[in-house]
Structure formats: C-alpha cells, structure tokens
C-alpha cells in the first residue's frame, strides 16, 4: 500500500498535470515518483511527457480542457455540476478550504474548484496530516465528481500522456475516496 | 506568535521545497494567504453594458462571487429596473463556455468545421505577434491591407485606429441606426434616442416594438405614456407586443410605412394642422414652402393606401389627430424600420419631418436632446500628435456614400462584396471585436471573404463563430468586470451620470478593449499613448482624469463609493438647432448640393413578393434576447431556446404546413429550415423569423447549432445596388426579402 506521503505526491503531481502539462515542471516529480509503489506509471508518463513534439500534448491540452472552438471537458468542479457554470457553490468552497489552511491559487483568475488545484490541495491536505475527518469531508466536497471525469478524459484524449495521467488520477482518487468514505 | 507545528509544515511545503525537493510543486500553484474565513457581501453600483440603455444595477457579490443583480433606484433608465436579459448578465459571467486565455492556431487549414489546432501563449506572444503582423501589412501594403471589424469606441480603442491609420473599419451600423443618424443630423441636430413620451398625447409608432425589445427605459416611459392618457397608434405588419397596448393597431404591408408617412404629411399640410409657432420660428418652412407643399401633395391618402393596405379614411383621421392631439411624436429606433428597407433614408426623412411639423423637436412630448454632463474624452485630457491620413480604399465602398462616409458608420451589407470581388486579396490582416456573423446579411458570403485573409485576430466573450477563423483569439472581460463614466442619454432632461464598475475581477487572463489598446499601442504608434511626462497613458488614470475634469469626484475610487451623479435643472427647450441654417430643416439643402432627394419622396422596398418567392420575411429581435450576443446565457436560453419559422394559419394551411411541421423557408440569398409556428398575430402574406439564433460554432454549448440564421435569407449588396436604389443613407436592408416556403424534405 502506498504511504501517505507517497499519496500525496501523486496527487500533486496529478494535479500540477492537469494545471500545467509541461515537462519542465513535471519531470523532477515524475523522476521521484519512480521509486514509489506506482514508480512504473511514473516512468511511463515521463516516457511520454519527453517523447514527440511537445506542441502536440499542448494542442490535446487545450483541445480537451480550454479550447477557445469548444472545449471537451471543462475541468471545474462547478462545469461538471448541473447546472454547469463557473464560479458555482464548488469554487466557493474550495476558496474556503484554501482560506482554511491558509493558502490561495496563484492565478487568482482561475475558478478555485479547478482539477488541478483540488488535486493538488488534496495533496497538500495529507502532506499536512490532515484528520481523517478533514480528509473524508474534503473529498466529500470537492472529489467525488473526478473519477467519472478522469474516466472520460482518459477516453477522449488523444495524447497519451494525457490519457494515462486521467486514469491514473480517477485510479487515485477513487481509492481515496473508499478509504475515507464514513 | 510562534509558528504551530501544522503552520511550519504548511509554510514550507508552500515556499520550500515541499515533497519533491527542488521547488514545492504545492508551492508553483498556491501561495500563503491570510487564514482563516472571509465571507462578506458587499452592494456595488454599476451600469449594465448590454445595451445602449446602461440601466444602473446594484450588484450582490459574497467573496468576488457576483450573487445578484437589480436595479437602481434614481437611475433616470432603468427607473430601479432591469431586464431580463441584465439581471440574467450573471450567466453569462459565469458561462464555462467563455473564452480564457489567448490563443494560436497551429492549424493553418481555415475552415469552420476544420479544428484549428489551437495552443495557449502568453498575452506578451499574443501582442508581440499581432504588433509584427499588423505592423509588416502597414509598412508593406499599407492602411488600406489592414481591416476592422469593431465599434469605434471605447475612445482608447478609437485613438489606436486613428493613430495607426485604420483606414476601414466596418461597424454593424448600417444595419442598425445610421441612416437615422444621418438624416437626424441634417434635419435637427445630433443623433438622440431621447423621447419624453410621458408627456406625449399621441404616439404613432412605424414598426418600433418598443415593448418586446424591452429596453426598461422605453417600456416605463410607454406605459406612463398610457398612464397620462397617450393615444397610441401602431402599424406593424405583426400584432406585436407594443400593438397590444396601443388604442389602434394596422397590420400594415411591408415598406408601406413610408406611404403612410407621405400621406400624414401631406394631411398636415394641406389642413395646416402642423404646430405653426415651432414651424414658423424654427424651421426652414418659410424659405421652402413652396416647393415642401408640392412635393407632398402627390401622397394622398388614397394613394397610399394601395401602397400600404391603411385605409385611406383611417390614414386622414390620424392625421388629424397627430395634427391637434399635442404634443405628439413619431418615434425612430434603430433597427425598426430604419435599418431595415432599401427606403429606409426616405423613412427616417419622412418621420424626421413628421416630428418637426408637431413641433416636439427638444420640447416636451417629443424627441429631445439629452441634457449631459461634459465628460473629457482622452484626447482632451492627452492631445495626441496629428493623426496620420487614412489614405487607401476603403473595402466596402462606404466612400461613394458621402453621408455615410462622414458618418463614420457601416457597411455590413457590402464588406463580403468588397472583400471577394472589388478587391480581393488586398485585406491582409483583420481584427475582430464582439460580432457574430450572424449579424451581417448574407454570412456564408463574409466567412468565405475571412478565409482568404492571411491573419485575422478575434476578440471577445464568448466563442463566436468567427473564432473558427481566427489565427489569434483573445479573451475580453464584460461589463461586470470594466470601469467607465456612463452618461445618461435616453432619458436625460438632467444629466446624470452612473458608475460602471468592476462588481467582479477578471477572470482567467481576461482583458478590456481599453488595455489591449494601450498596449498594442506601445508596439505600434507609441507615440500617441504617451503623457506628456513620457509616461505610458494608464487607464486607470486617464479615468480619474476624467472623473476630475467632469466635476464627478476627486477620484474614479471615489464616484465608485458615490456610484450615481444628478443635476437637477429645469429643462430649457432649444431654440436654435445644429444644423448648418441652426434651424430643423425639413427641406434639406446638403441633400440637394449631393444630388438626393432634398425631401422625402416614395421609393418601394427593395424585394417585394414574387411567384417565385411570395412571401415578405420580417424578422425580429427576442425581447429576452441581445440580437445574437445571448443565445447561450442559460437563463435566457430556457426562456427561448430556438426560433421557428412564424406563419398565419390561412397561409401554412395552403401549403398543408402545420404547427411543428419542418419547413425549408427560401429566398434569393439563401434557404434556413425551422419548424411552423401557427399564428394569428401577423399578416397571411409575411413569414416571420426572430433574429439571433442558428450559431455555428459547437463551441456555444447552448446555443451552437440550435435553430438557423435569419441573415442567410437576407440578400447583401453592392455599393452599386446601393446607389441604384437611392439609398444614399446606406440602409443595409437587414429585412428586405422576399421568401418562399415548403416543407422540408
Ligand atoms: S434594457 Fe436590459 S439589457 Fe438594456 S441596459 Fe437595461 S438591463 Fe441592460
């Protein structure tokens, strides 16, 4: 079984995936992923981070999550939501939940209840031995909705890279969620 | 305070190196912020910015989350109401389907349907990128390869046009408000949409369906109207919502207003029944009587009947009591009738003259000017160096129209001509603001003329169809997230100004019109957006400038805390008028010097029903919706998801049409399917279609591909046809069509 640490590695670094697929933030995490209990998935994502043309993972990128044509799949917690919007009661809930443990995005543009920085907080959250109860009614708000959507990214992407991230983080995340639901 | 064991951890799992070594990858997305929770609600003052209209708001906002949206009590439009279409202007805000970052095709297949390979850049690529295009077309092939397709405004966007020279740039005007605005400035003065119909006692409405489009100011002034005991008299070929509350409704013939008009005129002339002190003290009657006289006196009411279906008897007796019930007023709005028939200017002259023989112009009752407070534009505050010539030619051929030419409006209705035939190729690089091409007549013809540019920029809210063109799509904030001085002109016998303020921050890497101006104006001709200290012009301080100068507050921060500003003073009405005699003129000397008709005279619409296509198209713009900006805000999307091809049942029936039942509706422009919808709200000889609908681009989750364009039946034009049909006020016929139907398949 992977160590809370290990967790919360993989978390963050799924989440800095989904915010930011770019191998010059990736891929020293991906490296220290290797020696943990899913060090082969590491290898192959760093495998296909740094193989082909870069531009490529950008576009899928893009084509899946912002494209200004018509993205796929919106990736904020309120888009998924019905009905689908931005800035819905998930962002404000997660802006409370970083004010909690005060901290805040970066981006103050970017809704709080994006993939990325719900995954990434969810690191955080163990990193930071958060009770078993803070942790159960964090992923009770903010990751239930991610394994189906991992699963239809990990369907629809065209870039492996993308598509093996997605499922290894609806695979994370949904073992999170059995372990913390009451 | 010593740190807790958890605060150390959190600190350094934010700044330092975290659980990767190297930098915290925790750390490269967040950052520490003050703990602990912050909700507050805060009320802010702010003008809508979805239609000229501006209703104040006062807006709900928990956390930077806008909550809601109402009306403010005091503002002279809104009256402390909003539409739906503003308090539904959250939906939008928060659309997911809005546009983020800039992006860039890598895709050089231009297509609607091709995927255009887009990457994210930053906003400096983006300028960087747009600065060297724009600038090589400039140097190389000069102002004329450089085309715009955007409003002349805000004044910061229109210093970075002039200061490069932009010598076209293409507004929807021509299928909007400017031949009124033509006409009006040679006839009384500066444009205005100011009517006091409170105090008016009889109205007489040529097309306006003032209260379906729902402009909150107008709908509150009409039912006062109502109130004070107006009489109303509607002619519409549909039994639209303002005919519902009017005392008299005539489903008059398509483009037969204009004869109707002529005929009330000729009534009031030859009764005498116009109001003979304003006539006589300020207006060139006197000098042009004779010829005034005759050439109204063809238009009896007997002929206009067979021009319009009025009956000649009802067209006398309103006449008459245009002529006694006063004050009485004959209002004009924008795409009424005035952008919508080749006789359009003819309209506008013709109502124009019928206000001034009532004798309302600037008096109670009537069409006035608004009273304003003077805001300094940047120029004042900032004089800029001369701005260079626009010398090259113009695409759409707006130059042989010399009135709408001076105008600085226009042209949709030719640009696809101008683009694809006159000269092609020599539009190298576009720019692209808030349109749809669903806004221009005949829209295939201008998406085929955008795919032979070599680089077009689009900027906006929302993904539009023209996106799928794009090279470079940057993402625009909307008003909830822009500052500005709104000035008070629809209803303004004070001046009053209303705050528009950011309610929310910009979201993602949003940006204004206003900063995209200033910084592409840095690249490109920065020379005009310096201070006189050398520094770049801020918007930010330019509006404190403004603020300043205006009178309104020492500081933009501190009319934001105020919001709303009145000054009382009693209304004054003018007696001498900006027209080159200083008096209204119903015989217009400037339009004789040009060759046109110096008066109005009778010109029939341009498509009139045939064999072949026997049905006049009349189209209409949704009161819950903003012509074709709003189809994907949710709200007003369930409240009129799709359009429908409206028919009489008399006429669906001859075609064995029935309600639901898909029909291919077909003019000479191009054919659109939608289901019947059975009605007996309008003429068996029209077919009525709303405007706004059929999106291309998927893009628009809700709105994309749900119901078909209007425009694809609207024939555009040449600049030829233009001047053929006397239509020197450059109406871009956004409704003049004839169209068959059958059903489909
Ligand atoms: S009428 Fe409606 S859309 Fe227009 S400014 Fe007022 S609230 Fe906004």
Redesign the pocket.
């Known amino acids: 079984m992977m160590t809370r640490l290990d967790r919360a590695r993989w978390f963050q670094m799924a989440g800095a995936g989904f915010l930011s697929p770019d191998a010059n933030v990736l891929k020293a995490p991906l490296d220290s992923l290797r020696e943990t209990e899913w060090g082969e998935e590491a290898s192959r994502l760093l495998q296909w981070l740094e193989s082909g043309d870069p531009l490529d993972l950008q576009r899928e990128f893009v084509r899946l999550f912002l494209s200004p044509t018509g993205a796929v799949l919106p990736p904020w917690q309120s888009a998924r939501e019905d009905p689908p919007r931005l800035m819905g009661p998930a962002h404000e809930s997660a802006t409370r939940w970083f004010a909690r443990w005060g901290v805040a995005p970066r981006t103050p543009g970017e809704p709080a209840d994006h993939l990325g920085l719900l995954l990434n907080f969810a690191g955080f959250l163990l990193e930071q031995e958060a009770s078993a109860e803070e942790l159960a009614a964090f992923h009770q708000d903010h990751l239930t909705w991610v394994p189906a959507f991992c699963e239809r990214v990990a369907a629809e992407a065209r870039h492996p890279f993308l598509a093996h991230l997605a499922s290894l983080a609806g695979r994370l995340t949904a073992q999170r969620l059995e372990e913390t639901a009451p | 305070m010593p740190l807790s064991r958890r605060d150390w951890i959190r600190l350094s799992s934010v700044t330092g190196a975290g659980l990767f070594g190297g930098q915290s990858l925790f750390g490269q997305f967040f950052q520490p912020a003050a703990a602990g929770p912050s909700a507050q609600t805060r009320t802010l003052v702010t ?9 104040g ?1 006062q807006a709900t906002v928990t956390d930077n989350v806008l909550k809601f949206l109402q ?1 403010l009590p005091g503002d002279q ?2 009256n402390g109401g ?6 539904s ?1 959250i939906s939008t805000a928060y659309d997911p389907d809005r546009l983020k970052y800039p992006m860039k095709r890598t895709n050089p297949h231009k297509d609607l349907t091709a995927d255009p390979g887009w990457v994210r850049i930053t906003w400096d690529e983006a300028l960087t990128t747009i600065s060297q295009r724009f600038g090589g077309y400039l140097s190389q092939f000069g102002k004329e390869s450089l085309l715009f397709v955007s409003r002349n405004s805000p004044e910061l966007w229109s210093r970075f046009m002039n200061a490069i020279g932009v010598v076209n740039r293409v507004d929807h005007n021509d299928v909007c408000y400017m031949v009124d605005r033509i006409v009006q400035r040679y006839t009384m003065g500066p444009h205005t949409f100011a009517y006091d119909f409170a105090n008016s006692k009889y109205i007489l409405l040529f097309g306006w369906d003032l209260l379906a489009r ?4 107008f709908c509150h002034q009409m039912m006062a109207a109502k109130e004070g005991g107006a009489k109303v008299v509607s002619f519409n070929p549909m039994y639209s919502a303002t005919a519902r509350v009017a005392d008299e409704w005539y489903p008059i013939r398509p483009g037969g207003d204009l004869a109707v008009i002529l005929a009330i005129i000729q009534v009031l002339l030859n009764e005498n029944l116009f109001d003979r002190d304003f006539v006589g003290n300020y207006t060139n009657f006197a000098e042009y009587e004779g010829q005034i006289r005759e050439n109204f006196q063809k238009y009896t009411p007997e002929w206009a009947e067979k021009e319009s279906d009025v009956p000649a008897a009802d067209i006398r007796r309103i006449a008459r009591e245009f002529g006694e019930r006063r004050p009485a007023v004959a209002p004009l709005h924008k795409k009424t009738i005035g952008a919508n028939h080749a006789n359009a200017t003819q309209i506008a002259h013709a109502i124009a003259v019928l206000n001034i023989l009532a004798g309302t112009i600037d008096r109670p009752g009537g069409r006035y000017f608004p009273r304003t407070i003077s805001i300094p534009g940047v120029d004042a505050i900032y004089p800029p160096p001369s701005y260079p010539s626009k010398t090259g030619r113009r695409v759409d051929g707006r130059n042989l129209l010399p009135l709408a030419h001076e105008a600085n409006n226009g042209m949709f209705s030719t640009l696809a001509d101008g683009m694809l035939n006159k000269f092609p190729g020599m539009i190298r690089g576009v720019f692209w603001q808030n349109y749809s091409l669903g806004g221009f007549p005949s829209p295939r013809h201008i998406a085929e003329a955008l795919k032979s540019v070599e680089f077009m920029v689009v900027m906006d809210i929302l993904p539009v169809d023209a996106a799928l063109l794009a090279d470079i799509v940057l993402p625009s904030t909307m008003f909830l997230e822009g500052s500005d001085l709104i000035s008070r002109t629809n209803n303004a016998k004070s001046p009053q100004v209303v705050v528009r303020q950011p309610v929310i921050s910009a979201p993602f890497e949003t940006r204004s019109i206003g900063w995209l101006a200033v910084e592409l104006g840095k690249r490109l001709a920065p020379d005009y957006f310096r201070t006189d200290s050398g520094a770049w012009i801020s918007p930010s301080v330019l509006l404190d400038e403004k603020t300043k100068r205006a009178g309104l507050a020492n500081s933009f921060a501190e009319f934001r805390s105020i919001g709303m500003v009145t000054k009382e003073q009693p209304f004054v009405p003018r007696t001498t008028f900006a027209t080159a005699s200083g008096k209204c003129q119903i015989y217009v000397p400037e339009f004789a010097q040009r060759g046109y008709a110096p008066l109005p005279e009778w010109k029939p619409k341009r498509d009139l029903p045939s064999a072949e296509y026997p049905f006049f198209l009349l189209t209409y713009i949704p009161g819950v919706h ?1 012509r074709n900006s709003t189809q994907n805000n949710k709200v007003l999307h369930e409240m009129m998801p799709e359009n429908s091809v409206i028919m009489h049942p008399s006429a669906a029936a001859r075609l064995g049409l029935g309600e639901g039942t898909p029909a291919v509706v077909r003019s000479r422009a191009g054919q659109i399917t939608l289901p019947v919808h059975l009605s007996q709200t309008l003429r068996p000889d029209c077919v009525l279609v709303a405007h706004g609908f059929g999106h291309v681009s998927r893009a628009l989750t809700l709105a994309g591909g749900k119901g078909a364009r209007d425009a694809d039946l609207i024939p555009d034009q040449t600049i030829e046809e233009i001047l053929a049909a006397g239509n020197f006020g450059g109406s871009g016929c956004i409704m003049d069509a004839a169209v068959a139907v059958e059903a489909a398949g």
């Open positions: 003008a809508c910015g979805l239609c000229d209209s501006a209703c708001m009306g439009h809104g909003i539409c739906a279409k503003g308090a202007a729902n402009k909150v100011v903003r």
